[in-house]
């Protein structure tokens, strides 16, 4: 009896360890796309400012910028918002941008009337307790059921295990000329707030900023969810930061995500990309872009299916994706658990800080958004500073793996100032503070700085549409070291 003969070409063993790679996410960086994209973080930058930060309309709108969405840029170039900028601007200019609020349900909805162009283009976002805001993008609502997140509220307690930071002393007076020059040449700033790991030394706010005023930290949300990843690995839950990422998606052991570690995805050396369709229907590879704060999709999905473009470890690339990934992880670990997602994210760190003002915000689907558009005063930021400068001891007790800190504030050592979701003042960018110093880093300069030799932590939230004079916060800071230490 003939038997046919075993393929030449394709392995047909069955393999009990997996499906085999997860199809890869391809971004359509049409000019519709684009579009779509423009109005959608129109319409989060809006609500962000309205319904998480509380500032009234006349304020916000003149705080918004327009930004025309970018092309994903190879893995040496930057993105290009040039095929769609000068059309934005051109709308501007002809009244075709529209921005609806809707203080009653927290929603804002941003239109695109260009006739020339075929149908509107409509993006929306709403905000809800707990969840900051949520953009929607094309959808009228969200995926999931937003209810009401149980939080643990700090106590009337002095700062920084409660919320009381008592009578705080005038500065001396080189510090205060310091704050002055810097609130000056920065009109964006929300707040500065200078501490150590027991008191409020210093704080200054601007018109717009107050106390207890939350404010987007954009990009220093990675330090948060790289802290929760100490959190994780302190309680148990994972390992090593050196194991393969145990992403849902990655599960497959013949998949070349195994090759990827959590070192290499909070150190942003994880390799990966993926394909972008551009408008005349060319594929090229992309790396670095704003999708998931443009686009109203299911980011932890997204971010697992991209592709490995490069080695991983080999270089240095500052990508959402990875992080969002880590949220992916964080999410599966809690509810392998049983345990309830969105409370638990704010049980394992936040809550246990006492940083009642902070939220996450969530992506159409519920996920924690892990790359970044967290929200908190200047008084709880400068909570997660204290967390470090006590070498992850809070209350007198260890929350964070002994080493954990010398780990996520040392640089990379392999051509950048990164560290593990934290910068590093390797580079001197900050010429007159210490070395060791090292920050969050989130959009505009947002920052919350930890000076373990000084002892100090310093908080300053800035508005994503103005520059911040980065002189004049390296004088004020090293100046707090003069006069504070």
Not at 6 to 18: K, L, N, V, Y
Not at 88 to 114: E, F, H, K, M, P
Not at 373 to 382: E, L, N
Not at 393 to 414: K, M, N, Q
Request: hydrophobic share 45%.
């Amino acid at each position: 009896m003939s038997q046919r003969p075993a393929e030449p070409i394709f392995d047909a063993t069955p393999h009990p360890f997996g499906s085999g790679p997860v199809q890869p996410l391809v971004y359509d960086a049409s000019i519709r796309a684009l579009r779509q994209r423009t109005v959608n973080f129109a319409a989060k930058r809006m609500s962000d400012m309205m319904f998480v930060s509380g500032l009234d309309r006349v304020t916000a709108r003149a705080h918004l910028r327009l930004r025309a969405a970018a092309v994903p840029a190879g893995l040496d170039g930057r993105s290009d918002s040039t095929d769609i900028a000068g059309a934005l601007a051109a709308a501007i200019a002809d009244g075709q941008i529209s921005i609806d609020t809707d203080g009653g349900d927290q929603r804002v909805v941003v239109a695109w009337n260009d006739p020339a162009f075929g149908p509107p283009v409509v993006g929306a976002a709403l905000a809800r307790a707990g969840y900051g805001s949520i953009l929607l993008g094309e959808h009228a609502t969200p995926r999931f059921d937003p209810k009401p997140i149980p939080r643990t509220v700090a106590p009337a307690w002095p700062w920084p295990m409660g919320e009381s930071v008592g009578d705080i002393d005038s500065p001396p007076a080189a510090l205060a000329r310091a704050l002055d020059a810097f609130m000056t040449s920065s009109a964006g700033v929300y707040g500065v707030l200078i501490a150590t790991s027991e008191r409020v030394l210093a704080e200054r706010y601007s018109a717009f900023g107050a106390p207890g005023r939350a404010t987007p930290s954009w990009s220093m949300t990675k330090a948060i969810t790289c802290t929760l990843i100490g959190r994780m690995i302190h309680e148990g839950w994972l390992h090593s930061v050196h194991d393969p990422v145990p992403a849902p998606l990655w599960s497959d052991p013949r998949g070349i995500q195994r090759l990827i570690t959590l070192d290499h995805l909070v150190r942003m050396r994880s390799g990966i990309g993926f394909p972008v369709r551009l408008e005349d229907g060319q594929t090229v590879m992309g790396f670095e872009n704003s999708a998931v704060y443009q686009d109203g999709v299911d980011a932890f999905e997204a971010a697992q299916r991209t592709v490995v473009a490069a080695i991983p470890g080999s270089v240095f690339r500052y990508v959402n994706s990875g992080m969002n990934v880590l949220g992916a992880v964080i999410r599966d670990q809690i509810e392998r658990r049983g345990l309830p997602y969105h409370e638990t994210v704010y049980s394992l760190l936040a809550d246990r800080l006492g940083m009642s003002s902070y939220q996450h915000s969530a992506d159409i689907v519920g996920n924690f958004i892990a790359s970044g558009a967290g929200y908190a005063t200047a008084r709880d930021y400068a909570k997660l500073g204290v967390l470090y400068l006590n070498d992850g001891i809070w209350a007198g007790e260890r929350i964070l793996p002994e080493g954990w800190v010398d780990y996520a504030l040392s640089a990379t050592h392999t051509g950048t100032s990164y560290a593990a979701c934290f910068r590093t003042n390797t580079d001197r960018l900050f010429p007159d503070l210490p070395l060791d110093t090292a920050w969050a880093a989130g959009a505009s300069d947002n920052r919350v700085f930890i000076l373990r030799g000084a002892g100090l932590t310093v908080t300053v939230t800035n508005e994503t549409e103005h520059r911040m004079d980065l002189g004049a916060l390296n004088r004020l800071i090293a100046t707090a070291i003069d006069t504070l230490v």
